[in-house]
């Protein structure tokens, strides 16, 4: 259920003030910062779109859609107040030819979904949605036996990054690598991982 306290008041409130730590410095050049803000909004927008497909229960669906927007908070959190962490894991990231998740962990023990979380947690967001951030990147880590939205929002971030990496250059199967194939093997729905991706590519084509 929704925590007591948490409404599109205190949700404003919170982002707001994120908001506020994302203000452009004037040493910047707006022009770039703008196109690149457009091109983060529209990735988590595709984001949340896939997490919606995956599922059937209209609850499930508003709890994963609802996860999948805020997924990245403590990225842009990291980023506004210590990009110095950012900067670490990135280096680690470049020079091991990892994943950003995967370099944050081995340099700081830690990412920056479980700053989102704990961030969110702080509002009162519904602890669904705070779960589903936290382990977005890695699901095993989760208690969910059946797949919800912590295994919608999962498959989604890897599948909304898919067209993106394979324009890049980075093949199928080292795509598919960074889905989490022991959770969806522990869920039940291991196979229909080819019939997701079709339908995003589908659906990205059009």
Do not use: K
């Not at 040493?27 to 595709?46: F, M």
């Not at 949340?48 to 499930?60: E, H, P, V």
């Amino acid at each position: 259920g929704i925590r007591r306290g948490f409404g599109p008041a205190r949700l404003g409130m919170g982002l707001e003030h994120v908001l506020t730590w994302l203000q452009v410095p004037n040493t910047l050049d707006t022009t770039v910062t703008v196109v690149q803000r457009i091109g983060q909004v529209v990735g988590i927008l595709a984001c949340a779109r896939i997490a919606w497909r995956l599922l059937s229960d209209d609850g499930a669906r508003q709890l994963a859609f609802s996860a999948a927007v805020l997924h990245d908070l403590g990225r842009v959190l990291l980023a506004a107040r210590a990009p110095e962490y950012l900067a670490a894991a990135l280096e680690r990231a470049r020079r091991d030819n990892l994943a950003l998740h995967v370099a944050e962990y081995a340099v700081h023990g830690f990412s920056h979904a479980e700053v989102g979380a704990y961030l969110l947690a702080l509002w009162g967001v519904p602890t669904a949605i705070i779960e589903a951030v936290a382990h977005h990147h890695r699901p095993s880590r989760s208690q969910e036996s059946l797949f919800g939205p912590i295994g919608a929002l999962h498959v989604a971030d890897r599948l909304s990054h898919g067209p993106q990496l394979l324009a890049a250059g980075v093949s199928e199967q080292s795509h598919a690598a960074a889905i989490d194939t022991a959770y969806l093997e522990r869920v039940g729905v291991c196979e229909r991982v080819d019939v997701w991706r079709e339908m995003v590519a589908r659906e990205f084509s059009s």
